[in-house]
Structure formats: C-alpha cells, structure tokens
C-alpha cells in the first residue's frame, strides 16, 4: 500500500537561511513524487515532481528535491527563505501505473521569521 | 488561459438540502478528481473519473457523488449533505502526471 509521511506538521526558519522540508513515502511501485504549495486561502501550486528521470528535481522559487529511493525519501529544499514562501507544502505520491490515484501527505506549514 | 473552475466558491447550507458544486476544465485533460480538505489531515481523494462516464471511488466517497457525462466537466453531488461534510473541497484535471488545482470551495453545513 502507498503512503506519504511528512515528518514535520510545522517549521519555522529565519529570513535568508535554509529551508528543508521531509518527506518520506511508501510504495509498491515505482512512484511519481510531487510537492505542491497552498498560500493561506489560494489552491495549490504545483511545486516541483518527479517522475523516473534525474533524481534531483527542480522547482519553482528556487526550490528543489532528491529522490532518494534507498530512503524512501524526497525531501524538499531550498538555500534561502524568504518571506514570500510562508505557506503549507504537501509532498504527494501517485503510481505510475496509471491508476491516477494520488495520496497526500498531512501537510507541513512553513513559517517564515523576519 | 488553461485553468479549472469550480462554482460556487463560498456555500453555506442546511442539513439534507441537496447540493452540487461543479467543476470545469479547458485543458482537454481525461482524469479529474475531487479531494477534500480538514486540518490536520492534509487532501482526501473523494472520487476520480479516468474518461467520460468512467468514475471511481477515492478514500473517502461515501456521502457523495459524482457523474461525468462530458470530458471537461465533473460535479460533486451532495445528496444529503451532513455537517461532517463541511470542509474545503478542491476540484482537480490531470495530464500524464501533474494535477491542476481549481480554487476551493468552502463548504458549510449547519
């Protein structure tokens, strides 16, 4: 069975230092891994994915994420804040089978401190 | 301009007084998918539809319904809505593999 956990429900980083967001899955497949970004009262944003080409995977905003499949891991990142990237992020994981089935995880809302 | 609508954005309503809110995409995409959202719980998928008139059950479906008669529309039915159900309801369309948000609905039964 697929899963996505996201290890932290909350974070708060300081303005110009480093953001990083974790992500851990389960899945019985090879699977597609996305992160996508919801502004306080907006939809969601498509962020970055991954889908079997370059591990390293970049985004939008300077953001970007490693699959790492020994680790079952796709951790979300980016070298420096800012105050614009306060928002929930959600890491996503989907089959690759076509089934078009997509498991959220809980969310992780990142605060962003002056 | 490629995007996903939903209407309405804003409901309030009463217990067991029928409800659709519908959803519309204009990027010829074959899946879409209906997901709601609780604190705390992140997206549930209520149901999906690979193609016209083909729909499936997501994780949490029971209490809805959906229909595709057409590729680029995908309403949520509500037949006798319960305030469990109040909530933020996002539509989405898929390509191969990124999904496409519409804007929410903010939903609320009393």
């Known amino acids: 069975a697929q899963s996505v956990t996201q290890l932290d429900s909350h974070v708060s980083v300081s303005e110009g230092t480093p953001v990083l967001l974790r992500c851990n899955y389960s899945s019985s497949y090879s699977p597609s891994l996305f992160w996508y970004v919801q502004h306080p009262n907006k939809g969601l944003q498509l962020l970055l994915k991954y889908t079997s080409a370059a591990t390293l995977v970049k985004g939008i905003n300077g953001f970007e994420a490693e699959f790492k499949k020994s680790e079952t891991s796709f951790h979300l990142t980016k070298p420096s804040a800012h105050m614009s990237d306060a928002a929930e992020y959600f890491c996503?994981?989907?089959?690759?089978?076509?089934?078009?089935?997509?498991?959220f995880g809980t969310g992780t809302r990142l605060k962003v401190l002056a | 301009e490629a995007q996903v609508t939903q209407n309405p954005r804003y409901l309030i309503t009463v217990t067991g007084k029928k409800l659709t809110v519908t959803c519309s995409q204009n990027m010829n995409h074959e899946y879409m998918s209906w997901y709601r959202q609780d604190p705390g719980l992140g997206l549930r998928q209520i149901y999906y539809?690979?193609?016209?008139?083909?729909?499936d059950k997501g994780d949490v479906p029971e209490g809805y319904k959906v229909s595709r008669k057409e590729k680029r529309n995908f309403p949520l039915i509500l037949e006798s809505p319960s305030p469990n159900q109040t909530s933020l309801y996002f539509c989405?369309?898929?390509?191969?593999?990124?999904?496409?948000f519409g804007p929410g609905t903010r939903l609320t039964v009393l």
């Open positions: 539809s690979m193609n016209v008139e083909v729909t």
């Open positions: 996503v994981v989907s089959l690759t089978s076509g089934t078009y089935k997509y498991i």
């Open positions: 989405a369309s898929s390509d191969l593999d990124t999904q496409y």
